[in-house]
């Protein structure tokens, strides 16, 4: 996705944090955020779903973030929280929930201070990536959740 096609999504987005690396979701697919609670492991699944939550009666897959992007596991934090987003599934709305150390804020980034995402060659995986936001003299990694969230992980979960 290029510059010209984040237009569409009105330049807002959920910034949160991964370590020192801050990234960011498109706010249109974020339905909520709330505190870390208790997840029920499922057996038998990659080590970054982490299990299911009950969220007011529906059960929600949650998978930890710094664990699909290969970082290191670390403890939770008063700030760790669950983002949960919303994603199509062969035409139904699919809700899960992605563990981040920390939200930051919601920014509006207009398609000028959004680069491409950066070319590394075929050893590196960038297509889950919509572009760079430059703001403020930071930078900030935008995320598209629907690759990150790809339909074979959808359909095990």
């Given at each position: 996705?290029?510059?010209?096609?984040?237009?569409?999504?009105?330049?807002?987005?959920?910034?949160?944090?991964?370590?020192?690396?801050?990234?960011?979701?498109?706010?249109?697919?974020?339905?909520?955020?709330?505190g870390?609670t208790?997840i029920?492991?499922?057996?038998?699944?990659?080590?970054h779903?982490?299990?299911?939550?009950?969220?007011?009666?529906?059960?929600i897959?949650?998978?930890?973030?710094?664990?699909?992007?290969?970082?290191?596991?670390?403890?939770?934090t008063d700030?760790?929280?669950?983002?949960?987003?919303?994603?199509?599934?062969?035409?139904?709305?699919?809700?899960?929930?992605?563990?981040?150390?920390?939200?930051?804020?919601?920014?509006?980034?207009?398609?000028?201070?959004?680069?491409?995402?950066?070319?590394?060659?075929?050893?590196?995986?960038t297509?889950?990536?919509?572009g760079?936001?430059?703001?403020?003299?930071?930078?900030?990694?935008?995320?598209?959740?629907d690759?990150?969230?790809?339909?074979?992980?959808?359909?095990?979960?």
């Amino acid at each position: 996705m290029n510059a010209e096609s984040l237009i569409r999504t009105d330049g807002k987005f959920l910034t949160f944090a991964l370590g020192e690396e801050e990234y960011g979701f498109e706010i249109l697919k974020v339905r909520e955020i709330f505190g870390l609670t208790s997840i029920t492991p499922i057996p038998r699944t990659p080590m970054h779903i982490k299990g299911v939550i009950n969220l007011r009666g529906q059960v929600i897959p949650v998978l930890d973030l710094r664990v699909k992007f290969g970082m290191m596991e670390v403890e939770p934090t008063d700030q760790t929280c669950i983002i949960v987003v919303e994603t199509e599934l062969e035409g139904k709305i699919v809700s899960t929930g992605i563990i981040v150390d920390k939200v930051s804020e919601v920014q509006n980034i207009s398609s000028e201070d959004v680069d491409p995402a950066p070319e590394f060659g075929s050893m590196v995986e960038t297509e889950y990536i919509l572009g760079i936001g430059k703001i403020n003299g930071t930078v900030k990694i935008l995320l598209d959740i629907d690759k990150i969230l790809d339909i074979n992980e959808l359909n095990a979960m």
